[in-house]
């Protein structure tokens, strides 16, 4: 008994898949979908960095503190475009050095943020560009002669609607973040 060859092709109307038009119709779903989540996929990449940039800063702030304390003599925080010392520059970079008699060792060069963020220092923070902490902990800022214990730098980042700046602010030697709306990314208060 020989059984007879059946061909199992199925008819044209029966094969599976996806038919032109809903591929069109799942691509132009998709580009939808994308148009609108890339934007907000940026700001939370913003705001990521903006909040990662402050909490650094208020890492290096401490470390200095603890720094300070450790070694029982000043330690300074400031911008350096060199990594080398306080020479100046904007408070991207920063270095921490000891100056426990006379000394002038770096202990850390830091960089901070990315193209899109900006740190701006308060008025008693600029007049100096130095935050330094005494062998007590306690945070000084300002000239030398008349020192103050308060200072902020604000953490901006552009471009980010809504809170789109934190507040970095030193009182004493305690060290604070406070979420701000900044959309000009001027400097803050001494205060915050």
């Not at 059984?3 to 799942?26: C, D, M, W, Y």
């Not at 503190?65 to 300074?76: F, K, S, T």
């Not at 830091?110 to 220092?121: H, R, S, Y």
């Amino acid at each position: 008994m020989s059984r007879a060859k059946t061909n199992h092709t199925p008819a044209i109307g029966r094969q599976g898949g996806f038919s032109l038009v809903e591929l069109v119709v799942i691509v132009a779903v998709l580009a939808i979908v994308s148009s609108i989540a890339l934007p907000s996929f940026r700001n939370m990449m913003r705001s990521n960095r903006l909040t990662a940039t402050s909490n650094e800063l208020n890492a290096v702030l401490q470390g200095a503190r603890m720094d300070a304390i450790r070694i029982n003599g000043r330690v300074d925080v400031c911008p350096s475009t060199s990594g080398t010392g306080c020479d100046g520059g904007n408070w991207q970079r920063l270095v921490v050095i000891s100056r426990k008699n006379g000394a002038n060792e770096v202990l850390r060069d830091v960089a901070l943020g990315g193209n899109d963020i900006t740190i701006t220092p308060s008025s008693s923070i600029s007049s100096s560009n130095v935050i330094w902490y005494q062998a007590d902990g306690f945070v000084r800022t300002g000239s030398a002669s008349s020192p103050t214990q308060v200072g902020t730098l604000s953490v901006c980042a552009s471009g980010l609607p809504g809170n789109n700046a934190r507040n970095v602010q030193v009182n004493m030697g305690r060290v604070s973040i406070s979420r701000v709306a900044n959309a000009a990314c001027n400097a803050p208060g001494d205060n915050g």
